[in-house]
């Protein structure tokens, strides 16, 4: 099982939002690479980043992205998502040094973004998100809802070569109310690496999604609140 600690930027802070909605957020620190250089040092071998900026088509922060891939190297691997809607979109953010480059709203709309992403650059650097509400696909920063069920899309997505899937209920994020982990089995079931996300209160959290087929764990707010110990929940295998 990975741990990816998450680092979501808005306006060049560390911030969470809950249930993914842009007016309620809380700010957990003013430098994302300090940020960063506090989890490589506790240990942490992959880090979730999110451009939160790019999802809401208000900026990009793929300049601090690269600073922290630079900053990770022998040490650690980054996952870099948020409004990689472009094949040249999803190329800057590989050639800034992330080990995988997650796409996104775009990847709904259109799976043959995916199919010439694998193509060009190999399924292993790639992930697609697939982020559900009441079991509905949402795009666009979560702010709309494709009205496409997660598990259709899910088939789809990797009929045309995507490999490693990022699941996240939306209405769990942030609200450490555990993981969905129906979802995470159903998707691990298609035959998905599933990178889980969304919800994680407490190392019992980890250890169930790791039993339900997740390869991965996303946590956010539960390590910034502490709710969660990173070295503990890095041993659960």
Same mark, same amino acid.
């Given at each position: 099982?990975?741990?990816?600690?998450?680092?979501? *930027?808005?306006?060049?802070?560390?911030?969470?939002?809950?249930?993914?909605?842009?007016?309620?957020?809380?700010?957990?620190?003013?430098?994302?690479?300090?940020?960063?250089?506090?989890?490589?040092?506790?240990?942490?071998? =992959?880090?979730?980043?999110?451009?939160?900026?790019?999802?809401?088509?208000?900026?990009?922060?793929?300049?601090?992205?690269?600073?922290?891939?630079?900053?990770?190297?022998?040490?650690?691997?980054?996952?870099?998502?948020?409004?990689?809607?472009?094949?040249?979109?999803?190329?800057?953010?590989?050639?800034?040094?992330?080990?995988?480059?997650?796409?996104?709203?775009?990847?709904?709309? /259109?799976?043959?973004?995916?199919?010439?992403?694998?193509?060009?650059?190999?399924?292993? =650097?790639?992930?697609?998100?697939?982020?559900?509400?009441?079991?509905?696909?949402?795009?666009?920063? =979560?702010?709309?809802?494709?009205?496409?069920?997660?598990?259709?899309?899910?088939?789809?997505?990797?009929?045309?070569?995507?490999?490693?899937?990022?699941?996240?209920?939306?209405?769990?994020?942030?609200?450490?109310?555990?993981?969905?982990?129906?979802?995470?089995?159903?998707?691990?079931?298609?035959?998905?690496?599933?990178?889980?996300?969304?919800?994680?209160?407490?190392?019992?959290?980890?250890?169930?999604?790791?039993?339900?087929?997740?390869?991965?764990? *996303?946590?956010?707010?539960?390590?910034?609140?502490?709710?969660? /110990?990173?070295?503990?929940?890095?041993?659960?295998?």
């Amino acid at each position: 099982m990975d741990i990816l600690p998450a680092i979501d *930027i808005r306006k060049g802070r560390v911030v969470r939002l809950s249930q993914g909605e842009a007016a309620r957020e809380t700010v957990y620190a003013d430098d994302p690479l300090a940020q960063a250089e506090q989890f490589f040092e506790a240990g942490a071998r =992959w880090l979730h980043v999110v451009d939160l900026d790019r999802a809401f088509g208000e900026g990009s922060n793929v300049a601090v992205v690269g600073r922290i891939a630079r900053a990770a190297e022998g040490r650690a691997f980054i996952q870099y998502g948020g409004g990689l809607r472009t094949p040249e979109a999803i190329a800057e953010a590989l050639d800034a040094g992330v080990t995988r480059a997650v796409i996104g709203t775009a990847a709904v709309g /259109d799976p043959r973004l995916v199919a010439r992403a694998v193509a060009r650059h190999g399924a292993s =650097w790639l992930a697609v998100g697939l982020d559900a509400r009441d079991g509905q696909v949402a795009v666009r920063g =979560w702010t709309q809802s494709s009205g496409l069920a997660v598990l259709d899309v899910a088939r789809e997505l990797l009929d045309a070569g995507a490999r490693t899937i990022v699941y996240t209920d939306i209405a769990r994020d942030g609200m450490l109310s555990g993981p969905d982990l129906a979802g995470c089995s159903a998707i691990a079931a298609l035959g998905a690496v599933v990178i889980a996300s969304g919800g994680f209160a407490s190392v019992a959290d980890v250890r169930l999604a790791a039993e339900a087929g997740a390869s991965g764990a *996303i946590l956010g707010r539960s390590l910034y609140e502490r709710t969660i /110990d990173l070295a503990e929940a890095m041993s659960v295998s």
